[in-house]
């Protein structure tokens, strides 16, 4: 699955929602910001890591495919993913099954995948900076998001589902108060 749309618009709780409403929904929902990870790092993060495969890897370590076995894994930003993990991540997706950094075989992975982009991967497709095989393997159902500005009724619920993230539930209603009035100002 393949969730676009503006940043702030609710991608990643459209992913959760995909994820509990499933067959996997026992099983764990693993998030891996492909915006925030360091290149040098992004391979071991996603395959895992064996002990000495770098300077620094002192145990071995599983990565996100492997940490969402029997789940999902929520790729958000797709679009930023380095260009030489691409035909890594393919493979992953293509024959499910990932290789730690350092190791000399495969593991299998049982895994939804859903990927969200703010990006417009057809352009990024076009100037070969996103692989198109990719795009057609992620993207075999598309979800598109309306920018927050479109859809104002969903504004109270995403306000309320970011106060229990941050354990502020209490404070939901005084936030969409003021926001909804601020809104209204700008009819």
Known sequence: VLIT?????GKELVAQAIHE???RSAGPFVVLDCASI???LAESLL????????????????????DAHRGTIFLDELGELPPELQPKLLRA???RKVKR???STYDAVDVRVIAATRRDLGRFMNTGQFRSDLFFRIAQMRIEL???????EDVPLLVQRVCEQIGRSER?????????STLGQHD
């Not at 749309?5 to 618009?9: D, L, N, R, S, V």
């Not at 939901?172 to 909804?180: E, F, H, T």
Request: hydrophobic share 35%.
């Open 38 to 40: 360091p290149g040098p």
């Open 47 to 66: 395959f895992g890591h064996e002990r000495g495969a770098f300077t620094g890897a002192v145990e071995r370590r599983s990565g996100a495919f492997q």
């Open 21 to 23: 409403h499933s067959t």
């Open 101 to 103: 950094v350092g190791a």
């Open 146 to 152: 309306p920018p927050l500005r479109e859809r104002r």
């Open 172 to 180: 939901a209603a005084d936030v969409v108060d003021l926001i909804m």
């Open 5 to 9: 749309g503006e940043t702030g618009t």
């Open 93 to 95: 997706l293509a024959e």
